[in-house]
């Protein structure tokens, strides 16, 4: 874990793939927002689809926790099965099974049917580990953290309209309308993807996974950009779990006026990941990271400092902690370049195995911190929260920043 030589931290060689012509990013961010659709579209419908099944809600809601697992585990075997097998069939599997695993959840006669097709949804998941692989092995590294930001985007926006694209369908013509659009979207995907998305993979090394995976564990540049996204990530679920908790009671526990302020934060992502995407390659990928935890921890301090000060208003909150958003939408693209820099023949592995650890390592941050929360929240308390993560993943940036100062040398 403390490993930082130049042997075990090889920057990918662009010139390896300089003839390979880069996937249209237009495909590439399609794919992205495809894999991030399906995690709450569906959320709306959670009743109807008990009351069709006739199955407990807890049940039921195993489609969201064991999505999530199941998103987990995909992340971290499809990255290392595209080092292998190259990232083009494997995206193109991973459509397919969506496509099949969509129309079987539409045709589902029971919950078990139902969550055993759900789970396989999440196979398209593998589609965004793909694009950051593909973006890497095709694209010069001072542009890659750019792009990163507009694939960022589309991840962003997705789930912010699905839950109100999944409730128009379920109002309209019942719970089954979402999959068969997710399918439809799907078979869209298959043929985008088949017509513009070239082979990028000129290493396919036919070692052991585990050994794979112990190489990168055991890089401190793996450890210090994937830490710092998961900081980051933990940052942002401590948000959504404590907010609602502290701010329902003060806009009249109105679901639409508190949808209205937290939407702010998925806004500030999209921001950070738009600035990303035209700024971040004017700047390193280390220096990108920490001016964007700065931001995050300087926003939550202040929103800290006015809470203190007797600020109650929920706007004294929610700006403050828009800087989340912002600062992760800057985090993402940095963080996600700076794990695909590690080693070239193993980029697909490290960006499955850094997404799965950063979304564990989230909800880890995540499930701590519940255990102060009760409603009703202090906001001091909730705020304080939050900018303990963002520290932890500032500290990160820092130890990323001094680890690639020290590699460069």
């Not at 999209?270 to 390193?284: E, V």
């Not at 993560?389 to 500032?394: D, G, P, Q, T, V």
Request: with cysteine; charged share 10%; aromatic share 10%.
């Amino acid at each position: 874990m403390t490993s930082t030589s130049p042997a075990s931290n090889a920057p990918i060689n662009f010139t390896e793939n300089a003839k390979i012509k880069p996937p249209p990013i237009a495909i590439l961010i399609f794919l992205t927002a495809l894999a991030a659709l399906p995690v709450n579209m569906m959320l709306p419908s959670l009743p109807n689809i008990a009351a069709a099944f006739k199955a407990d809600f807890a049940l039921v809601n195993l489609s969201v926790a064991g999505y999530a697992i199941a998103t987990a585990l995909i992340e971290l075997i499809a990255g290392a099965v595209s080092d292998r097998y190259g990232r083009r069939p494997v995206a193109l599997a991973s459509i397919c099974i969506f496509i099949v695993a969509s129309i079987g959840c539409a045709l589902a006669t029971n919950i078990g049917v139902f969550l055993m097709f759900r789970a396989m949804q999440a196979s398209i998941a593998a589609c965004f580990s793909i694009a950051l692989v593909m973006i890497k092995e095709t694209t010069r590294e001072g542009r890659a953290a750019s792009r990163f930001g507009y694939l960022a985007m589309g991840w962003a926006i997705a789930p912010m309209l699905g839950p109100s694209l999944g409730g128009i369908l379920d109002q309209a013509f019942g719970w089954r309308a979402s999959f068969i659009l997710f399918a439809m979207l799907g078979a869209v995907g298959l043929g985008l993807s088949a017509w513009g998305l070239p082979e990028t993979a000129s290493v396919r090394p036919h070692r052991n996974h585990l050994e794979a995976y112990g190489q990168l564990l055991g890089s401190a540049r793996f450890w210090a950009y994937t830490l710092c996204m998961a900081a980051s990530m933990g940052t942002l679920y401590i948000f959504f779990g404590g907010a609602p908790l502290a701010f329902g009671p003060s806009v009249g526990r109105s679901s639409a006026t508190l949808g209205m302020y937290m939407g702010m934060v998925p806004f500030g992502f999209i921001l950070g990941s738009y600035l990303a995407g035209r700024y971040a390659f004017h700047n390193g990928t280390a220096t990108t990271l920490v001016f964007a935890r700065l931001i995050t921890c300087m926003g939550l301090a202040a929103g800290l400092a006015l809470s203190l000060a007797g600020a109650a208003h929920s706007v004294a909150f929610f700006i403050p902690c828009m800087f989340v958003g912002v600062g992760n939408g800057l985090t993402m693209p940095a963080a996600n370049a700076g794990v695909l820099s590690i080693r070239a023949e193993l980029a697909g592995t490290a960006a499955g195995l850094a997404a799965a650890i950063a979304l564990g390592g989230g909800a880890l941050i995540a499930s701590v911190a519940g255990l102060f929360l009760s409603e009703p929240v202090s906001v001091q308390l909730l705020l304080g929260l939050m900018l303990a993560s963002a520290s932890l993943a500032l500290v990160a940036a820092l130890y990323a920043a001094l680890i690639d100062r020290v590699w460069a040398r």
